[in-house]
């Protein structure tokens, strides 16, 4: 019944606008984002069936969720509700040369955190399902979250649906030394390991004398299927260049690089996901899938909320592109 | 040194315009608001030098607080900061009729809320300061907060200072059990006890024919010095009629009633308790002091956010008008 | 699969805020409204599974739609795109005493306005579904419209669906002379009709001694099952009395009148549809019906947008309330 | 060539939005507005042939003001434009009961306050032109702004143009001595006073039985060919009643009062004059001028900023309506 | 009486802030736009008397048009107005590398895409005037928008008027085969012909090995007396490169290239055409006009809306420059 | 009871949002500004305390730079009050490549433009200081201020406090001659000298072959103890390098040029003041001195409003910062 679901924890994003700093905040702009959550939109978006899964307070921020999840078109009827919690709220600035965006987190006890096992029953909600993706923020969110995410990547791998696994490490949840004995047991369960530049040195302390080598030891230390490494060059805060690789069967998969004006960078690493499982699950090939992936995650730096406010078409028109910018009229 | 200190909780309050309900919301106004120091913060714009004292996280939001504070001139040089704690955040959408105002309280686990007896150093804070004021919020948010409570209070009292209490009753907080047990013991320790219409029934039980007598049985249970009742009737959502009364050494003094078109209610019950305090502690007698409390109040309703954004020369305009509408020009 | 399902036209609505005139604006509020999908959102939230059917733009205004009523909850899979045709905008100003709120319609040519018998396939539409819900101005869109109503209407009949219809008169789009011939032979289809108080004399010619005789009257006419009459009073533009009578099997039923602070009454008559189907469809009397219509169409009233953001629970406590204004906290 | 021309002070009027306090304001929302230019746009935006006169600073703000009696249609071909001096501003605040709406006037020193006899060239500027307005806030200004006010007085009716003259007394610019004093030479030159219901006990000290007894005391006393007195009962700050009498030819012309739901009432006077001037000069009688004059009087209060954004046919319609609220669609 | 005249489509243009993008729009601000209004803008504010025909719907809308012109100083009476048509409307959102900004049309069916031979006297329109600007998107709206634009530019060039065209290509409009067949037989009237880089190819075939050859080519194919070519590098969304080129009796001209921060382009081309027109026919020579043309065009890109919200100073501060950053106090 | 003590102006500073320009502005964002307040607030969140002397007119918008002054702790118990005049206004837009961004100033008549010796007490103000600061706006101001200021800075001198001065020449004010006339005899009492690359030619007309020796001339010829010469490069607008060389004791010191994205450059010179003086007069040496100077100065220009929105956190993660640029989370 859908391509793939998704597993964790969306906020209410609480942001200012024209570079405003958090403590001279007037006003915030509110909308929603989740590592998972953006990634179900994004392949939503660009043709997939795709569901999000979550516990949500009962109350209208709760709501505020399921509504922008259902906006997408991304399914909550697996979605479960708490009478008591609260939704985690995280705080962004946007920062400008020399100093970067920021974030203040204020997640802790969401109803999210606050899931125990057995609130969710996995075996109907993977039911005629073909993928499952989950990051490392999830279990990082309490004890309940870390064994109900347990539960669903085991539970997915032994249905036999492909298991995508962004590493995501936040530093502002836990060490790196809790994230690796938190997240090596996982990594049995994944078909897919994504992850940016700086996370698998800090979790997993692989480093290598290139992203390609990096690739392969993860591969080769956990049994990955496939890894994607996406990579940012940070030139100015307002410019980036992006690219990311792809290692399948031994092979490296690349794709050109991107010059990318940045709006809001929040969210790209899962529209690069969101991308790639798109592409992938569509039946196409690694190269396509990267390609897909790289598009997604480049359009997404030019929208604003964590959300891909972009179309198929969007993104097939830029992998086609010779950069043409005039105005469309 | 100060007339006054206020101890409680600011929060964050984060309101949509318009009308705009929560759910829909895609923006929030951001001010602070906490019932301690908007009363702090009218009697500071009044006259008297007033200090507020709160735990606060380490942040931005944190230093907000602060900021706010200090920008009506209210001492914060005895607040004390967490580095691991968040601010408590309130979600407030404006009614009309038939629909009244809402709120959704996000507090839980607030840096004051993880307050514990011995952080706050009461004698030194104390010394140099004539009054205490704090509210049935305080002890309600967490067992830290009730012993802190309870430490201050008892201490203030033994230091000889007016003691005012504000019986706000939080639903949302405790059931009205927990609060007649926790809040009973603090009693012995107050001078001015200020309440609404309702509370004293869902707290205390006391109920009388008319408020008079409700004073009268309150005074005589607790053995208040001085009982203020403010009496709100709410012709629509935005049109309120607003008075007052007050019992001292067996006396009941009234003041008229004003009609009130509505901007923003939230914190009416703190500018009376402000206005009523700027006047007894400067000496005016119960009824005076009472004028100023309506005063201060009915002008709160015309003010957004929960401070009292004016000025002692409009307070004593509006105890001597006669209505004058016209535009000051 | 479907509870009820709703066919008709939603326009991109640009309001000016603070009642600004329209051609003083610098800027415009966007949201999606349309009659019946007005209806559909608010018998979703109340707790019917609704299907909306239009026609739509495939671009972002044509999106746009789409995911606002997705974000309700409402299904969009029967909606029909159109690579060439525009969405109908209507610009709103908000009035106050004496000068009434205004309307313009930039609707003409709208993707739905363009449609043409044959395009939907209402066997499909209507397998599993229970009832059918449109208004009087579908049909007046366009010729196109009026053929595609009468075939929704007639296959809803013969499925056995429980037709309802609300007249809706919209004297910018046809004369009351065309309305007539237009409007009556659809009748025959109708199971319930839903107008507002002038729409009956203004379209059929049915006038009466009172409301109750119109009702009557148009039972009589047309053969209708139930006939439900708002009655709306301006006492000022910003303070509305409304009520609301139905008529079923020779019966009158009544309800209280609600005395309303007027935030954005666009909407109001579509969230009594809402709510009397939701309660009907449910299971309900029409006693108990009309009192979850009315308490719905007073509930909008104080929600900016045409869409009916409340929730089942506001309206049965609206229901039984006794006029508590005090803020919840 | 022009059907009247006005001269006066035209400024930057800087107002908070949602009832905030000017000390509190983060925003301005910025409009342009003056007692003379308000006049000339009511009528032109009626129909009259308008010019206003006026000295501006050479920069973005005094050609705002130029720029917006422009958009109205208003000729600014008169105006004279100073190198070195400023632009004139007003801070407004909107309240609500009891608190009154409130200015706080930064004129002083503005470049019309700053004009010199000889700077503008009247016999020029009333060539084919049929009358000139004035109010009694340009002689206020300064020196040289009551010396060429004197002048254009007197060579408009040397040259047999309709005077007509706002009593407009602006305590913040001179006491009700100094007001006596500088405005009673200038009335030989008025055919047309325009007073509100205190002006004329506060500058004239002439006060009566009724409002109709102390316009005919104002004709008596300065020959007035018309006398209008416009009548403002301040119910609430949100709700006014309004209406206006005129005496002529020793009767009194009266007209219904309005209710009046208050969205800004600033210019309500202004337009008052420009109805009833464009209706007069059009050559209608003055009981038609004052239906006129009342009506855009009354829907000036329903428009935000200082200018009447209606047309003739919105205050022909009300002028005949029957009090139909309903949403014209 | 006046020194040109332009004739064209008006549109409300609504565009998101903050880089949103249209889909997920929850307002739009509203400013006026249209090429041949934007070059009488242009003109008129750096010196020339102009004039701008068009038909407008008598509605808000329409009277905005009007109004923003007159605002700008542009004459307005020769305006014609529609009782039942629409004003154009266009949806525009920014973009930032790699997404180039986009607009949506929504102009079908406006008033002056309705307009018909006869409805304007363009000999008494033409009486007085010494030039006629037009662009290639007029004659695309429409049959009898071709025909009129046929009559005018006919009648102008038969007056002697000098006549402009701006070759505007849109695709939205009509397709490169029928722009080619509906513009050539106009291009006997025009004087000076103005294209940006990629039309002429577009429309007309005409491509050649440099700017410069193309131009001849041009001027050689349809005897232009002038041609002018505008050239920009699109380095990002937010940075381009600016400059054109002017042929005039077999000879290039050519100008400085200018580095520009892009706030808003719309409007840019114009914008040229505004400086270089105004310029030229205030008597300068073409190497003059061009640098005016380019330093108007340049600055047009720091101002949002289609107008060109600047100075005559500032232009010719600019082209005197040698690039001061400094802000100026 | 203060480390440091400012002396000058304080302006409401009204800005365009989006980059509008002043002349179409329909609101203004306000915030408080003024150069020696600036520094104030700098050193004061950085960890001095500081005390702002001003004279301010006693309503709202005076009100307002108490409260902003308080906000961010700055003592405002020496500030004077006015019952008569206004406060200073300055329009700020922002501009983008070629066109840089532009001031107006309104503060002519200020309250402290009107201040006369003898109104400050700097006996008291001076007690327990250890540093004075001055820019050479406030002599500028008026004659009144020319004369409190060399008051001020003579009394200062003798107290032996450490006196710094910006030399911020303001050509708006006064010309080069009468700023070399008015400052140079200040310079006696002046220890530490900061100014742009600019103002010491415009002013004293010093110029060399490089910084280094302007510095040395600037001290050889007045005899200053400190000389800081801040540099800007003015990449675009958007885009500037900035550092900043210090003399003393007959040596330079330098330190890294920061690459700076420009969100808003106004006051950057007063927070490397800040800055400066926070490092300094905590007892660190010139050098470590400059880099908090040039880290605060580069932060400031990613903080809207004059005032320094950042933490001594993060000006010390900056000086050690190897260009970090990810999201802090």
């Known amino acids: 019944m859908f391509d ?61 969720v399921q509504n922008k999840a259902r906006e997408q078109g991304v399914d909550t009827s697996n979605i479960i509700w708490s009478d008591s919690d609260r939704l985690g709220v995280y705080f962004l600035e946007f920062g400008a040369l020399p100093r970067p965006s920021a974030i203040i987190y204020d997640r802790t006890n969401s109803a999210i955190a606050r899931i125990q096992p057995g609130m969710l029953d996995w075996d109907s909600i993977f039911s005629e399902v073909r993928a499952f993706h989950i990051t490392g923020i999830t279990p990082a969110l309490s004890q309940g979250a870390m064994a109900v995410s347990t539960e669903a990547m085991r539970r997915a791998k032994e249905k036999g649906l492909q298991v995508s696994f962004d590493l995501n490490y936040r530093a502002k949840l836990w060490t790196q030394e809790q994230a690796k004995a938190g997240l090596s047991p996982l990594m049995e369960y994944v078909d897919l390991l994504i992850t940016t530049e700086e996370d698998t040195a800090r979790v997993f302390g692989i480093e290598g004398k290139d992203w390609s080598e990096v690739a392969h030891q993860l591969a080769a230390t956990f049994g990955f299927k496939m890894v994607a490494i996406t990579l940012r060059e940070n030139v100015t805060v307002w410019r980036n260049n992006w690219t990311a690789i792809v290692l399948k069967d031994n092979r490296i998969y690349q794709d050109r690089t991107y010059d990318v004006e940045v709006v809001d960078r929040v969210g790209s690493g899962d529209a690069f996901a969101g991308g790639f499982l798109y592409s992938y699950l569509s039946g196409n090939d690694v190269q396509v899938a990267l390609r897909y992936g790289n598009a997604a995650a480049v359009l997404k730096h030019s929208c604003t909320s964590d959300l891909a406010w972009f179309t198929l078409e969007e993104v097939e028109k830029l992998i086609q592109s010779q950069g043409d910018l005039r105005i469309s009229r």
């Open 4 to 64: 793939i679901i998704g597993f964790g924890e969306a906020q209410l994003r609480l942001s200012t606008a024209h570079f405003q700093r958090l403590e001279q905040a007037t006003s915030f702009d509110a909308t929603i984002g989740g590592a998972e959550l953006n990634v179900m939109v994004t392949a939503r978006r660009l043709g997939l069936k795709t569901s999000y899964v979550t516990r949500l307070p009962r109350n209208p921020l709760g709501r505020m």
